[in-house]
């Protein structure tokens, strides 16, 4: 390895290490060090730019200025003098060391973006830009983006909400023509631009797009694409021709690894769905208007998935559907998605739904025992009808070694009527990789007793969570049950720590015996007196100084602790 290359590694280490604010300060530092430094720091310190203000800082101070002592990059303001062909080349020579740029909202006054327009050579500003996120929300501005798409563009993201117009409109029609080489390309779901499924259609080697609402021209032409990875989009708000169903039947899709689908009915996904054959690693689903009952829609899309997609390939699906509909009683049964079982690879399962799930423990356990690989299982998101006893929920652990989060409502009646047993629960049996835990609207009477329970079988427990603020706060009975759960996180992590403490004693004690041994196999030294010298055997006695500390200082706020007779109430 040559000196230079080792120098890359070193530099591009800092780089990527530190930062934003840390790794800015030592490159600089190590541009001013030495000549031979110089260049590949300022490549480094220029590569990644969060907004231009530091370009427009390195001009003379004349053409700029703060406004109210802020930082510059959040107040720049209008320029008030000509830049001069000296000013443009102060501005190049760092600019074109910029490769990756994101704008942010309302950075410039007017004027910084009239001067910026008129460079007094051939655009774009920054020749070797390869990514760009677009966070300005102006219209007008937008109509700026064109002073950055380079023939090297690869990544493209407008990513907040502007109003299109005709100017807006034929910007967009202009980028695919300014920048053929995009891969990555996402723009604001909520951008409603009829231009944007024709500029999709210019671009050749897309293999992520994320978008809003897209024609069914612009879904057929991304289903042909070979490069096609990542996709997420909205559904047109009328159904899909016939022939255009026809046509997605054959080879579409053929490299796509995640999809994301928006669409505002059951009706038009499960249509979407009906001819294709994909080989996913993720699929999600998102209804935004569900009108009819989801009871009589959502289990027929479901059951259409093994037909869809390959059985080894998915391994992350989410549900996630907003249900308008006026049946109050409209509920879904858990055995409704058993046709899941085929996926046998699946890591990570959601539901999000606003109809009640009907959970049932034996219709639970049947899905889990085929998933052995699960990583993630959260159906917290929905109100639950029944809930499922804690036998229920330790198999549930038992046949998903790999699960890391849980969301389920648990009945824990059978936990909280008995004491903390003097043995540990279930011969022993211990999660090792549970570590974040959301019971839904779990009812309990004893925070004491569940922690305890939760922390002898997920001994790793980070977090534990109950009664959604967003989602129960106007139930009656959220103050109450809430509070109790705050109580059991705040325990189960008390737990833990104690049990880290019993296990350190129970090592040391070992080490502590193997010493004696070797202590008692071996003659006494002498000191210089002639006594053996034993050591201090019992510590520090009546005399040590260590605090007894009373019970409530190991409590999160004075009160906490509550006897059965008031946890019960």
């Given at each position: 390895m040559i000196i230079a290359d080792l120098q890359w590694k070193i530099f591009q280490l800092i780089h990527d290490?530190?930062?934003?604010?840390?790794?800015?300060?030592?490159?600089?530092?190590?541009?001013?060090?030495?000549?031979?430094?110089?260049?590949?720091?300022?490549?480094?310190?220029?590569?990644?730019?969060?907004?231009?203000?530091?370009?427009?800082?390195?001009?003379?101070?004349?053409?700029?200025?703060?406004?109210?002592?802020?930082?510059?990059?959040?107040?720049?303001?209008?320029?008030?003098?000509t830049m001069t062909i000296d000013d443009w080349s102060i501005f190049c020579k760092y600019s074109y060391r910029v490769r990756s740029l994101k704008t942010a909202a309302n950075t410039f006054g007017t004027g910084i973006w009239r001067t910026l327009n008129c460079p007094p050579f051939p655009l774009p500003l920054l020749p070797n830009l390869v990514s760009l996120v677009w966070g300005e929300t102006a219209s007008e501005t937008f109509l700026s983006i064109r002073l950055f798409v380079t023939p090297k563009l690869t990544t493209l993201d407008i990513a907040h909400k502007i109003i299109f117009g005709l100017s807006e409109q034929s910007i967009l029609l202009c980028i695919p023509m300014l920048c053929p080489s995009v891969s990555n390309f996402s723009i604001h779901r909520e951008i409603e631009a009829g231009d944007i499924s024709t500029s999709l259609q210019y671009w050749s080697h897309l293999s992520s797009v994320s978008t809003g609402e897209i024609s069914e021209v612009a879904i057929q032409y991304l289903s042909n694409l070979a490069s096609l990875r990542f996709l997420k989009f909205r559904l047109p708000s009328t159904p899909l021709f016939v022939g255009t169903q026809r046509r997605l039947q054959r080879h579409a899709f053929c490299a796509l690894q995640e999809l994301t689908v928006e669409s505002e009915t059951l009706q038009d996904l499960d249509a979407f769905f009906q001819t294709l054959s994909i080989s996913p690693e993720v699929l999600s689903f998102t209804i935004t208007d569900e009108t009819t009952s989801t009871t009589l829609v959502l289990p027929s899309l479901i059951s259409r998935l093994p037909n869809v997609c390959a059985h080894s390939s998915l391994q992350q699906v989410q549900f996630s559907v907003a249900d308008w509909s006026t049946d109050i009683n409209n509920t879904i049964e858990i055995a409704s998605f058993q046709p899941l079982s085929v996926f046998r690879n699946l890591r990570k399962l959601g539901f999000e739904i606003d109809p009640y799930l009907q959970l049932d423990d034996a219709a639970l356990l049947q899905?889990?025992?085929?998933?052995?690989?699960?990583?993630?299982?959260?159906?917290?998101?929905?109100?639950?009808?029944?809930?499922?006893?804690?036998?229920?929920f330790v198999s549930l652990l038992q046949h998903c070694p790999y699960l890391v989060s849980?969301?389920?409502?648990?009945?824990?009646?059978?936990?909280?009527?008995?004491?903390?047993?003097?043995?540990?629960?279930?011969?022993?049996?211990?999660?090792?990789?549970?570590?974040?835990?959301?019971?839904?609207?779990?009812?309990?009477?004893?925070?004491?007793?569940?922690?305890?329970?939760?922390?002898?079988?997920?001994?790793?427990?980070?977090?534990?969570?109950?009664?959604?603020?967003?989602?129960?706060?106007?139930?009656?009975?959220?103050?109450?049950?809430?509070?109790?759960?705050?109580?059991?996180?705040?325990?189960?992590?008390?737990?833990?720590?104690?049990?880290?403490?019993?296990?350190?004693?129970?090592?040391?004690?070992?080490?502590?015996?193997?010493?004696?041994?070797?202590?008692?196999?071996?003659?006494?030294?002498?000191?210089?007196?002639?006594?053996?010298?034993?050591?201090?055997?019992?510590?520090?006695?009546?005399?040590?100084?260590?605090?007894?500390?009373?019970?409530?200082?190991?409590?999160?706020?004075?009160?906490?602790?509550?006897?059965?007779?008031?946890e019960e109430g």
């Amino acid at each position: 390895m040559i000196i230079a290359d080792l120098q890359w590694k070193i530099f591009q280490l800092i780089h990527d290490a530190f930062t934003e604010h840390w790794r800015n300060k030592t490159l600089l530092a190590l541009a001013l060090t030495c000549k031979s430094f110089t260049g590949l720091a300022l490549d480094l310190l220029w590569e990644d730019l969060s907004g231009l203000a530091p370009l427009i800082r390195c001009l003379p101070v004349n053409l700029w200025k703060n406004v109210n002592g802020h930082l510059v990059s959040q107040t720049l303001t209008h320029t008030r003098e000509t830049m001069t062909i000296d000013d443009w080349s102060i501005f190049c020579k760092y600019s074109y060391r910029v490769r990756s740029l994101k704008t942010a909202a309302n950075t410039f006054g007017t004027g910084i973006w009239r001067t910026l327009n008129c460079p007094p050579f051939p655009l774009p500003l920054l020749p070797n830009l390869v990514s760009l996120v677009w966070g300005e929300t102006a219209s007008e501005t937008f109509l700026s983006i064109r002073l950055f798409v380079t023939p090297k563009l690869t990544t493209l993201d407008i990513a907040h909400k502007i109003i299109f117009g005709l100017s807006e409109q034929s910007i967009l029609l202009c980028i695919p023509m300014l920048c053929p080489s995009v891969s990555n390309f996402s723009i604001h779901r909520e951008i409603e631009a009829g231009d944007i499924s024709t500029s999709l259609q210019y671009w050749s080697h897309l293999s992520s797009v994320s978008t809003g609402e897209i024609s069914e021209v612009a879904i057929q032409y991304l289903s042909n694409l070979a490069s096609l990875r990542f996709l997420k989009f909205r559904l047109p708000s009328t159904p899909l021709f016939v022939g255009t169903q026809r046509r997605l039947q054959r080879h579409a899709f053929c490299a796509l690894q995640e999809l994301t689908v928006e669409s505002e009915t059951l009706q038009d996904l499960d249509a979407f769905f009906q001819t294709l054959s994909i080989s996913p690693e993720v699929l999600s689903f998102t209804i935004t208007d569900e009108t009819t009952s989801t009871t009589l829609v959502l289990p027929s899309l479901i059951s259409r998935l093994p037909n869809v997609c390959a059985h080894s390939s998915l391994q992350q699906v989410q549900f996630s559907v907003a249900d308008w509909s006026t049946d109050i009683n409209n509920t879904i049964e858990i055995a409704s998605f058993q046709p899941l079982s085929v996926f046998r690879n699946l890591r990570k399962l959601g539901f999000e739904i606003d109809p009640y799930l009907q959970l049932d423990d034996a219709a639970l356990l049947q899905m889990v025992k085929a998933w052995p690989l699960l990583e993630e299982l959260h159906f917290n998101k929905s109100r639950m009808r029944h809930h499922v006893t804690s036998n229920t929920f330790v198999s549930l652990l038992q046949h998903c070694p790999y699960l890391v989060s849980v969301g389920i409502a648990v009945d824990w009646s059978a936990i909280d009527k008995d004491n903390i047993p003097a043995d540990v629960p279930y011969h022993g049996f211990a999660h090792k990789a549970l570590s974040h835990a959301f019971f839904s609207t779990s009812k309990i009477h004893h925070p004491t007793r569940i922690a305890a329970f939760i922390s002898a079988i997920a001994p790793n427990m980070k977090s534990v969570e109950a009664w959604d603020i967003d989602m129960y706060a106007e139930d009656p009975d959220f103050d109450k049950y809430f509070s109790r759960w705050h109580l059991v996180q705040f325990l189960v992590k008390f737990f833990s720590v104690v049990r880290e403490q019993g296990r350190r004693m129970v090592l040391n004690a070992g080490e502590g015996a193997d010493e004696d041994r070797c202590r008692a196999a071996q003659p006494a030294q002498e000191t210089e007196n002639g006594d053996a010298d034993v050591g201090d055997v019992g510590g520090g006695g009546e005399g040590s100084e260590e605090d007894n500390g009373s019970e409530d200082e190991y409590l999160p706020y004075s009160g906490q602790g509550l006897s059965d007779s008031e946890e019960e109430g």
